[in-house]
């Protein structure tokens, strides 16, 4: 059974650079997927902020990318968030998640892919 | 903004069946997936594909798309089916980057 579990600091500076780790069981990274970081702050919707895929390529939003890391770890399976020069705007819970690799129905000519396996987010203020 | 557009909140009578909406251009060519978050919880895939349910998902759950809209439909809605829901897909400009809708917020009468 394939689990994620989200850690870090449940409390960040305004300014500081916010960091998450999120530690893989049960499928190891380096076997393939996409893993990727989504965000929700309270009372609002889901936001993607970025994924990686285990060979290192990453992906991010652009509204976040001048601020954003996505790094993984293959020989601890696992993979990390570090997002810098935070502000209140940043708080949020913020969520790992395993995403497929695109596949390409040959019947009706459309990809597709899902985040497939989520961990249970991990709650960071930004407050000083 | 979000590229993906969802109605902000729809309401269903229990055992009743109701289609939770959402427009994009990329869904001309990639299908959505649906995601169901309740409150304090992660979210739960629900749909993927053309009309894929991962395992331990009720067959009430259902999805289709045409055009620029996909649509999830729950036929004879529970109590528990109360929830949001949201879709997710590639982003118009694709090489991918992925966006979430808005969000639904389903209640069940």
């Known amino acids: 059974q394939v689990q994620l579990q989200e850690s870090g600091p449940g409390l960040v500076k305004p300014s500081e650079t916010l960091s998450l780790t999120c530690a893989v069981s049960g499928y190891s990274i380096s076997s393939g997927y996409y893993w990727g970081w989504i965000r929700q702050p309270p009372g609002k919707g889901l936001e993607w902020i970025g994924s990686i895929y285990h060979s290192g390529s990453t992906y991010y939003n652009p509204s976040l990318k001048s601020r954003v890391t996505i790094s993984v770890d293959t020989s601890k399976n696992q993979f990390s968030l570090k997002l810098s020069s935070v502000t209140a705007a940043d708080t949020a819970v913020y969520y790992c998640?395993?995403?497929?690799?695109?596949?390409?129905?040959?019947?009706?000519?459309?990809?597709?892919?899902?985040?497939?396996?989520w961990g249970q987010g991990t709650m960071v203020t930004v407050s000083s | 903004s979000s590229e993906l557009t969802q109605d902000p909140a729809v309401s269903v009578a229990l055992g009743q069946t109701v289609r939770i909406t959402c427009q994009g251009d990329?869904?001309?060519?990639?299908?959505a997936s649906w995601y169901q978050q309740k409150p304090g919880q992660a979210p739960v895939l629900v749909i993927y594909?053309?009309?894929n349910r991962p395992s331990g998902i009720p067959d009430r759950f259902s999805g289709s798309s045409s055009g620029n809209t996909a649509s999830l439909t729950i036929t004879g809605a529970q109590a528990e089916d109360e929830a949001d829901y949201y879709c997710?897909?590639?982003?118009?400009?694709?090489?991918?980057?992925?966006?979430f809708g808005g969000g639904t917020k389903l209640t069940v009468l």
């Open positions: 594909g053309k009309n």
């Open positions: 990329s869904l001309r060519s990639y299908y």
């Open positions: 997710n897909s590639r982003d118009s400009s694709g090489n991918h980057l992925t966006v």
């Open positions: 998640a395993r995403r497929t690799p695109p596949y390409y129905d040959i019947l009706t000519g459309y990809y597709y892919d899902a985040f497939d396996i």
